[in-house]
C-alpha cells in the first residue's frame, strides 16, 4: 500500500471527548488512588500523606510524598497524553507502562486535577492543571500554575494537615 502525504489529513480527537471516554474504563477511587500511590513508589518515595479537604464542594483530595520529585519539563512531559510510548524500555520499578495513569486515574474521579511538585534542584516547584472545563473551551490546552496559585495549593494543604 503506497501512502503520499497529500492523501493524509489530520484527525485530531476532540479534547474533552477524548478524556471523558479514557476517564470511563472502570476505575474505583481505590485503584484510581493505587495508580497515584504507584507513581509516588517509582519516584522512590517512602512517605505518602493523603488528605481530604470536605469542608467544601467538590472535594480537594491531595497527595504528597517524599519522592524525587520532577523538574518543570519532566512535569510538562508527565502530564502530556501519553506521557511515554509502550515501545520505550522501562526501568525495572518503573510501575507504568502506556504514560496515561496519572490522567486516567485522576479524571476517573474529577473533573479537574493539578500536579504540583520539583526535584532536589529546583527551588521553585512548577505547576499544571488538566481542567475538563478549559478542554471543552480550549481544547488541548493545559493550565500552568502561577506561584500565586501553587502558594494557594500548599496554604489549603497546611490547613488540612
Do not use: C
Not at 6 to 18: R, S, T
Not at 51 to 61: A, D, G, S, Y
Not at 108 to 124: D, W
Request: aromatic share 8%.
Amino acid at each position: 500500500m503506497s501512502v503520499k502525504e497529500d492523501n493524509l489529513e489530520d484527525e485530531i480527537p476532540q479534547a474533552a471527548d477524548f478524556v471523558r471516554s479514557i476517564a470511563e474504563q472502570g476505575y474505583r477511587i481505590e485503584t484510581a488512588l493505587a495508580d497515584l500511590i504507584d507513581n509516588s513508589i517509582a519516584a522512590g518515595a517512602d512517605k505518602i500523606e493523603i488528605l481530604v479537604n470536605t469542608t467544601r464542594q467538590p472535594f480537594t483530595l491531595y497527595i504528597a510524598d517524599n519522592g524525587s520529585g520532577m523538574s518543570e519539563d519532566e512535569l510538562k512531559k508527565a502530564m502530556r497524553f501519553p506521557s511515554t510510548s509502550a515501545n520505550k524500555h522501562r526501568r525495572q520499578n518503573d510501575l507504568g507502562r502506556f504514560g496515561l495513569g496519572l490522567k486516567t486515574a485522576s479524571f476517573s474521579q474529577t473533573r479537574s486535577f493539578s500536579v504540583i511538585s520539583r526535584n532536589k534542584q529546583n527551588r521553585n516547584f512548577s505547576g499544571r492543571t488538566w481542567d475538563l472545563g478549559v478542554l471543552e473551551e480550549y481544547g488541548w490546552k493545559i493550565k500552568v500554575e502561577t506561584q500565586k496559585d501553587i502558594d494557594k495549593v500548599f496554604s489549603d494543604y497546611q490547613d488540612r494537615r
